[in-house]
């Protein structure tokens, strides 16, 4: 009996704590369907009292405004894919050729990159600027995907997985003549799909959701990403008109919250992995 | 003949194998020369030239912009000691509340039911999905002084309308409380790991010895989490560091200087007034006292 009303007082205090997390999302989602009046008269309608679309078509359709919200969009979903792409294809081949074949050097190697995990973003995001700069290549999509491209955690990743990857496998298919690129590709990557998913969720979240680089390495307003746009609605012309800005806020939440409860338990094992040390 | 012929074959087969294996490791490579090393090369020389974008030379001129930073009259003495004074505010009122409500919620969630669980692990979880311009701008709304949610609450309760943004302390608690919001799920999933990592044996002994739940947490749960604790109180300590977005966006630095951290002193100084050769010193001056930090863990 007692161990019972101790269960139901946790369980309530799970849904007091959980409430709290979802109202900001909720309060959000609700302003969106509210016009700039009854937003601005700041009541306290979870339900809004005129129900409209109006926000969403007046962010959508950019009427008055330049948006270009399905570029912003478009953009963010671009970069990240691409990003994405790329890590886990140069990841994957050097953890597997660090892990497991005869690269020179690889003593050292490993660590080195290791060690640049220790590396703040504050180091390197002046000087990448200026490389970008120089090269004229600011504004375009090169410094929307590369510069997340360098990052070692994905190879700390993956190298965990392919050193504890059982040899069996790989010998017999080099008995069966198989070359290190056949290995790899036919049986090495297919095994580790599980933890490649993990680090693809991880880096797209990372680079859809970026705001410091995107912010600074962007100008012109067809090469904002969706995260830096509505930033520059905030401070423009959206300034206070609650209910179109938080139809952008919703709209720009959407495509990464789907990956998000799509993908929540390779993020949770990223991260538990990341903890292991 | 035969004999002497097979190791020159093998060395050259070996030579090849290490080729091509080396192949695998290349594009990586490449990419931390080009995103990490010269960056990080760059950098420095960076910031041992008068770097100012809108001259036309920028000249070699030492330690100068180090020393700048170091001397008690220049304004880049204050700019760079006052923003690490707000970004160290941010990390000593932040990271204690990320670390300890972060293992409160994981305990509370290892208390109930495994399905209930998991639902909550998701709900307190969402919020690290979204971007830092999204959070920030919907905690603009809600704490808004004339229609915002959080004060329309208060007013019915027959409280003032508090300043939140505008105001301090209000503004570090209103900075603080969306971090909590945003990045608490990140430490309660890994102290959750944690948590059932620790061995159901040493509980039982304690049970048997009669300890209470308190005691078993003091003497049992926190020993063996001990060197995760130590790697979520550094990951903190240095997202807390690297804070930017929430101040830019829902306080813009006020009121006053008073929440102008670090990070967005460098940012202004290198894109408004173009200053790249000071700001990559600051940068630099950062990222040391950062990576000393992530050192202390090993």
């Known amino acids: ?215 600074v390495a962007t100008n012109s307003p067809d090469m904002r990403t969706i995260t830096t746009g509505i930033a520059i609605m905030q401070q423009g012309s959206f300034t206070s008109s609650y209910g179109k800005l938080m139809a952008l806020t919703t709209i720009a939440t959407i495509p990464i919250l789907i990956v998000f409860l799509i993908g929540q338990k390779q993020l949770i094992k990223g991260i538990t992995q990341s903890g292991i040390k | 003949m035969k004999e002497a012929k097979l190791p020159a074959s093998k060395a050259k087969k070996e030579r090849l194998s290490k080729f091509t294996s080396f192949l695998f490791v290349l594009p990586y490579l490449l990419l931390f020369l080009a995103f990490l090393f010269i960056p990080l090369v760059y950098g420095i020389y960076i910031s041992l030239h008068d770097y100012n974008l809108l001259s036309s030379v920028q000249p070699f001129i030492g330690f100068e912009n180090y020393a700048t930073i170091f001397n008690p009259d220049s304004a880049m003495n204050s700019l760079f000691f006052e923003g690490l004074g707000n970004t160290v505010k941010f990390v000593i009122f932040s990271v204690p509340l990320l670390v300890a409500i972060g293992l409160g919620l994981a305990l509370l969630l290892n208390s109930i039911p495994g399905k209930l669980r998991t639902f909550f692990r998701t709900i307190y979880f969402i919020p690290y999905a979204i971007s830092v311009s999204v959070v920030s701008i919907i905690f603009l709304w809600i704490l808004d002084t004339n229609s915002g949610l959080l004060n329309m609450y208060l007013m019915d309760l027959g409280f003032d309308a508090i300043p939140w943004l505008t105001k301090q302390p209000f503004a570090w608690i209103s900075l603080i409380g969306a971090t909590i919001w945003w990045t608490l799920g990140f430490n309660m999933i890994i102290f959750i790991n944690a948590l059932n990592e620790v061995p159901e044996e040493l509980y039982e002994a304690g049970a048997i010895d009669g300890a209470s739940a308190w005691q078993k947490f003091i003497h049992i749960t926190l020993p063996t989490i001990r060197p995760i604790m130590l790697f979520v109180i550094i990951t903190s300590t240095i997202a807390s560091f690297n804070v930017f977005g929430q101040p830019y966006l829902m306080t813009r630095g006020g009121p006053g200087d008073s929440t102008e951290v670090l990070l967005m002193g460098i940012v202004n100084l290198a894109f408004e007034e173009r200053e790249l050769g000071v700001a990559s010193a600051m940068a630099l001056l950062m990222s040391l006292i950062m990576i000393v930090i992530s050192v202390i863990q090993f």
Request: hydrophobic letters at 55%; proline letters at 6%.
């Open chain 1, 1 to 215: 009996m007692k161990k019972n009303g101790k269960q139901i007082g946790l369980i309530v205090l799970a849904s007091v704590i959980g409430l709290l997390f979802l109202i900001p999302l909720i309060w959000m989602i609700s302003t969106s369907f509210k016009n700039d009046f009854e937003a601005i008269a700041g009541g306290l309608n979870w339900i809004p009292e005129n129900f409209t679309f109006e926000n969403y078509l007046y962010t959508l359709t950019g009427d008055g405004v330049d948006v270009p919200i399905f570029r912003w969009m478009f953009n963010s979903l671009f970069a990240g894919l691409a990003g994405t792409a790329i890590i886990v294809a140069i990841d994957a081949l050097a953890a597997y050729g660090l892990a497991r074949l005869d690269v020179p050097f690889k003593k050292y190697l490993f660590p080195l990159f290791i060690s640049t995990l220790m590396i703040p973003f504050v180091i390197t995001f002046l000087p990448m600027y200026m490389q970008f700069s120089n090269f004229g290549l600011l504004n375009t999509y090169a410094v929307l995907i590369f510069p997340y491209t360098a990052n070692a955690f994905g190879v700390f990743l993956l190298y965990q997985f392919f050193k504890s990857f059982p040899k069996e496998l790989e010998e017999a298919a080099k008995l069966d003549g198989a070359n290190k690129w056949q290995i790899f590709v036919k049986i090495v990557i297919p095994s580790a799909k599980p933890i490649i998913w993990t680090l693809a969720i991880f880096s797209f979240m990372g680079i859809y959701n970026d705001f410091l680089w995107p912010l």
